[in-house]
């Protein structure tokens, strides 16, 4: 299922969709050379892409980690990635009133992070945005409870919702993603989509600094097309080691073209199989 809820090129071609880009932002060049980018290999590909970056990062281990450029900043550069290459944006929002703030940026997609799944004041707020708000699986939540996080949105006359998979707690220090998630949050109604890299993080390290398992993206990847996921989101950098925010999950750049040519033949090859 592609969503219609967004105004996305390539829907005919039967891909998943992609949101990806930068953990946070760390410069204008950085968000428009990625952009440009990853808009470029999407049309290649014929892959419907959202630019995905972080105005600010509140959830941070250590107070002295990097948090952004600044709110009203942050945003103006989301704005201008949307009017220069005409792709959708998504963005992170984590106050009612943030909600209102990042909507008259044009953003096209409120994210609700994943720790804040549950507030309802932050839901409401960004549904009466009438934005697309895509909501991430707490960690501690099982993929049933998300229908009431979806209501949340729904009862507010908003229908535009996005529900994310990023992995659930397993001991102090790591994540797992159970696959069967994935269809439970379909029955929603809702698209669905697998956050690769944000579930191959390892949360908690001693050193206040989130550890990560980048070689594994492809894997997971693989998996969640196989299964049916609607949409993927992946993190990237051309220098992961240099990221000021979550460098040790991000895909490097220069692997992306590589990943995602591999993830459309896989795409194609589900599609053909289930029309069997």
């Known amino acids: 299922m592609l969503p219609d809820i967004l105004s996305l090129r390539h829907t005919s071609s039967g891909n998943f969709f992609l949101l990806a880009g930068p953990c946070v932002i760390e410069s204008e060049q950085l968000c428009m050379d990625l952009a440009g980018h990853i808009t470029e290999l999407c049309d290649k590909l014929q892959i419907p892409y959202?630019?995905?970056?972080?105005?600010?990062?509140?959830?941070?281990?250590?107070?002295?980690?990097?948090?952004?450029?600044?709110?009203?900043?942050?945003?103006?550069?989301?704005q201008k990635v949307r009017q220069t290459y005409n792709?959708?944006?998504?963005?992170?929002?984590?106050?009612?009133e943030e909600a209102a703030i990042a909507a008259s940026f044009d953003i096209d997609v409120l994210q609700i992070p994943a720790f804040l799944?549950?507030?309802?004041?932050?839901?409401?707020?960004?549904a009466q945005t009438g934005k697309v708000i895509n909501i991430k699986k707490?960690?501690?939540?099982?993929p049933e409870s998300m229908q009431f996080a979806a209501n949340k949105v729904r009862e507010q006359g908003n229908s535009k919702v996005i529900l994310t998979e990023r992995g659930s707690q397993f001991g102090y220090y790591d994540l797992v993603v159970d696959?069967?998630?994935?269809?439970?949050?379909?029955?929603?109604?809702a698209p669905v989509v697998l956050d690769i890299t944000h579930s191959?993080?390892?949360?908690?390290?001693?050193s206040g600094?989130?550890?990560?398992?980048?070689?594994?993206?492809?894997?997971?990847?693989?998996?969640?097309?196989?299964?049916g996921v609607d949409g993927l989101f992946i993190e990237t950098h051309p220098t992961?080691?240099?990221?000021?925010?979550?460098?040790a999950n991000m895909l490097p750049l220069p692997e992306l073209a590589d990943i995602l040519s591999r993830l459309t033949q896989l795409r194609k090859a589900v599609l053909t199989m289930n029309n069997e």
């Open 209 to 227: 600094v989130t550890g990560g398992k980048p070689a594994l993206i492809e894997t997971l990847a693989r998996a969640g097309i196989a299964v």
């Open 240 to 247: 992961p080691a240099k990221a000021l925010s979550d460098g």
């Open 179 to 189: 696959f069967r998630g994935i269809s439970e949050m379909q029955k929603t109604g």
């Open 50 to 78: 959202v630019f995905k970056a972080s105005y600010r990062k509140a959830n941070r281990s250590r107070s002295d980690s990097y948090t952004g450029l600044g709110d009203e900043k942050g945003l103006a550069i989301l």
């Open 117 to 126: 799944c549950r507030q309802t004041d932050l839901l409401v707020a960004a």
């Open 200 to 206: 191959l993080q390892q949360p908690n390290q001693s």
């Open 87 to 96: 792709i959708p944006i998504v963005t992170d929002i984590h106050s009612p």
């Open 138 to 142: 707490g960690q501690f939540l099982a």
